[in-house]
């Protein structure tokens, strides 16, 4: 079975502050990871996925996740927080060899940019 | 290209009724799915598809049935819906192949009464 951990359910941070979201997950396999961005009243839009390679991954909007796979783990970052980036995240897995592609999503951790 | 299109945005229903929700899209994706979306759990995989006549189980498959009758249409049936069903639900597509990446629906906000 696979599962994803968001201990955070929300995270607050200052405008131009670097901004940490945490996510640790859990597959039998090779782990296929991923962050979705929600803003309120719409659906989840991709942010940035690992599949392998270079364990530094950058996506849109000028975020990035680390790979640690000692640690299994695939934190969120960005270097400077905006006040536009307050929204709820998620992280997702999926097992590299699962047949049945189900992407397995952690609760979500809602992120609080103050001005 | 419209993307994924979800109706209705809004429902309420009373405890007992049946209702569709319907699900289309124009990207020609073979992989369908439908989560829910609950407070602090996150999104949980309803049911899904991999194309036209083949569905599959997810997580949380009780009480709702699906059927995929061509490529574009993937609605999600509540056949007598419960309380426990309030929820909003969000209907996700992708590419089979690869660990492309799903594009989501505006989602559809539920309430059983």
């Known amino acids: 079975a696979q599962s994803v951990a968001q201990p955070e359910d929300q995270v607050n941070v200052a405008e131009g502050n670097p901004l940490t979201v945490k996510c640790t997950y859990s597959v039998s396999g090779n782990p296929y990871l991923f962050w979705y961005v929600q803003y309120p009243n719409r659906g989840l839009q991709f942010l940035l996925k690992y599949i392998t390679g270079d364990n530094l991954v950058k996506g849109s909007y000028g975020f990035e996740a680390e790979f640690n796979k000692s640690q299994t783990s695939f934190h969120l970052k960005k270097p400077s927080a905006l006040v536009s980036d307050s929204a709820l995240y998620f992280c997702?897995?999926?097992?590299?060899?699962?047949?049945?592609?189900?992407?397995?999503f952690g609760g979500g951790t809602r992120l609080m940019v103050k001005p | 290209n419209a993307g994924v299109t979800q109706t209705p945005k809004f429902q309420v229903l009373k405890t007992g009724q049946s209702m569709t929700l319907q699900c289309a899209q124009d990207?020609?994706?073979?992989?369908m799915s439908w989560y829910r979306q609950d407070p602090g759990m996150g999104l949980r995989l309803i049911h899904y598809s991999v194309g036209a006549g083949i569905t599959d189980q997810g997580e949380v498959p009780n009480g709702y049935n699906v059927s995929r009758s061509t490529t574009e249409d993937f609605p999600l049936r509540l056949l007598s819906a419960a309380p426990s069903q309030t929820s909003v639900y969000f209907c996700?597509?992708?590419?089979?192949?690869?660990?492309?990446?799903?594009?989501f629906g505006a989602g559809s906000r539920l309430t059983v009464l």
């Open positions: 990207m020609n994706h073979e992989y």
């Open positions: 997702a897995v999926r097992d590299f060899w699962n047949a049945g592609n189900m992407l397995t």
């Open positions: 996700a597509t992708r590419v089979s192949s690869g660990a492309n990446v799903l594009t």
